[in-house]
């Protein structure tokens, strides 16, 4: 396992559903383009309107964050593939990062995507010949996606609309800020996995494929 990747694949169990308000809070969030979502906490996970009945995986990321970076063609086109059963949302964990930019963001990221931080990252942090070895793909997608004139096709939620879900979150699954961080929600609002750390194609795929499996009753607050 390398270790700055840390990837988790979590069960049920590994959120906290003894969390004394987890069937009660309810929190509206607008996205940056002005399209409204609605996280409800639930006994065993979260169900988001208006995309009940399909699987919602829910990030938190950075614009800074070189990691996170080299996540974004994946999941461009994992929505793009699975846009009838899939939605992604983002949200950018740094305060500063205002709404505006992050339209900029979706708009145009290939001017946007500052690849001087994957090239920081790799140069500070995947040190190791696995490490380099594992982030190869990555980043050479990465570059082609700068070069494809693509837009971002799902939902981004800025810190400062996002804040209090983010803490909600934090508390529920234990996170303690390391980001990318992405919890995978079945159709029904259970969870199916947790990731921390930058989930290859393959991994991401997987965590999708197991989501999808099996369609349950959507769950309701207490």
Not at 98 to 118: A, C, H, W
Request: hydrophobic share 40%.
């Amino acid at each position: 396992m390398i270790k700055m990747l840390k990837i988790l694949l979590l069960a049920l169990a590994m959120l906290n559903i003894t969390y004394a308000a987890a069937g009660n809070d309810t929190f509206k969030v607008k996205t940056v383009t002005g399209k409204e979502l609605t996280f409800k906490g639930t006994a065993d996970g979260i169900v988001t309107s208006p995309y009940e009945g399909k699987v919602v995986i829910v990030e938190f990321w950075g614009t800074w964050c070189g990691p996170c970076l080299l996540s974004i063609p994946h999941e461009v086109e994992m929505q793009e593939k699975y846009k009838d059963t899939l939605r992604i949302v983002a949200i950018e964990t740094t305060p500063n990062v205002t709404s505006e930019e992050l339209r900029k963001f979706i708009q145009n990221p290939g001017k946007e995507i500052d690849m001087s931080k994957v090239e920081w990252y790799l140069q500070n942090k995947a040190k190791s010949a696995q490490a380099k070895a594992y982030m190869e793909k990555p980043v050479e997608d990465l570059k082609k996606f700068t070069k494809s004139g693509k837009k971002i096709n799902y939902d981004i939620i800025s810190s400062k609309d996002g804040d209090q879900f983010m803490r909600y979150i934090a508390q529920r699954a234990s996170w303690q800020g390391g980001i990318p961080f992405m919890i995978i929600f079945k159709p029904n609002g259970m969870v199916s996995n947790i990731l921390q750390g930058m989930p290859t194609e393959d991994v991401l795929q997987r965590a999708y494929n197991n989501a999808i499996k099996k369609k349950q009753a959507p769950t309701t607050a207490q």
